[in-house]
């Protein structure tokens, strides 16, 4: 019998934490139990795994005791990393030291790794992700950024598969990952069956649409941070790059490289997505067309709207307007 393993992490976590063990422990079991139904023998052993005989989430509303001590297993087919506390890897201490390094071991054993949220954080610090891509929640894009530049970041994903490791997006999208999982390490009847089950959408591929657009200032830059105010302030008026760097007193090119080093895009992508998001906003709560929309942000050509919106969110302005509306939701 082949096996995976959901890690408990052990330090800051939280109840999404504990709903990614007890939904991934769920699923997977009930997946062997379906097979079971289908006369075949279970395919996988399925273990909570930790460091610690007990762990508490949310100020000790649950404590969790783990099935087994990490070092009661040799081998492992598939390793689950929920969400920690995790931000660096100078937050890696005494149990997750002893977790990382637990991962490392098995994907040399020919384990493979999957990261749910925040847990990129862990995985990343392993060291497993250096030059691969993978996504975490879209709010922790920044601070992951900034920790592991080494790592190709897709915020926008929900899901990345690359060389055995996969990573999801933010909060209970675990549940599309682990649906995928399902998928590959049983069989598309056997995923289709669980997401009819649990009642997952199986076909979620971004977390686009859910990110709320901050811009990154958690930087020492005060004219980009300056910079940064004034397009906020003022998305609705046409900004150039040129006015900017007048504004500011700074030589173009310098600007333009000041502001990607600060934030980690472009002052025209800041621009876009400060606009994206203040459309967001008028097409959640008014009555506005598309159109009216398009005019309060600062856009005058609607094909160049839709295409910088379709781009930021993964949906048309309709679309978005169809999903998010409550005057054109119907329940």
Known sequence: MKHITILVPDGPVNMGTIATITGAYEIFKEANAYWNRQGKETPYRIQAAGVSKKVAFGNGLVLLQPEVHITGIRKTNLVIVPPSGIR??????????????????????????????SGAFMLAASGLLDGKTCSTHWVHADTFRQAFP?????????????????????????????????????????????????????????????AIFSGQKKHNDEVILKAQ?????????????????????????????????????????????????????????????????????????????REVFQRVTGLSPLGYKSRYNRETVKI
């Not at 915020?155 to 990345?160: K, L, N, Q």
């Not at 030589?251 to 934030?263: E, L, P, S, V, Y």
Request: proline share 1%; net charge positive.
């Open 88 to 117: 660096h890897r100078d937050d890696v201490r005494k149990g997750n030291k002893e977790l990382v390094s637990w991962i490392s071991k098995q994907h040399k054993l020919g384990a493979e790794i999957a990261s749910s949220c």
């Open 150 to 210: 080494e790592v190709h970041l897709r915020e926008d994903r929900i899901i990345t598969d690359e060389s055995g490791i996969y990573t999801n997006g933010g909060a209970y999208s675990f549940l599309n990952l682990v649906i995928y999982l399902v998928e590959k390490y049983y069989n598309r009847q056997t995923a289709i069956y669980c997401s009819k089950m649990f009642q997952i959408d199986p076909d979620r591929h971004a977390q686009s649409a859910f």
């Open 229 to 305: 105010s004034y397009i906020e302030k003022n998305y609705q008026d046409k900004i150039s790059i040129g006015f900017l760097s007048d504004r500011f007193n700074i030589g173009r090119r310098n600007f333009d490289r000041r502001f990607i080093k600060a934030t980690g895009i472009t002052p025209l992508d800041y621009m876009q997505r400060v606009k994206v998001e203040a459309a967001k906003k008028h097409l959640e709560n008014s009555r506005k067309t598309v159109n009216e929309v398009m005019y309060d942000v600062g856009y005058t050509d609607t094909k160049a709207f």
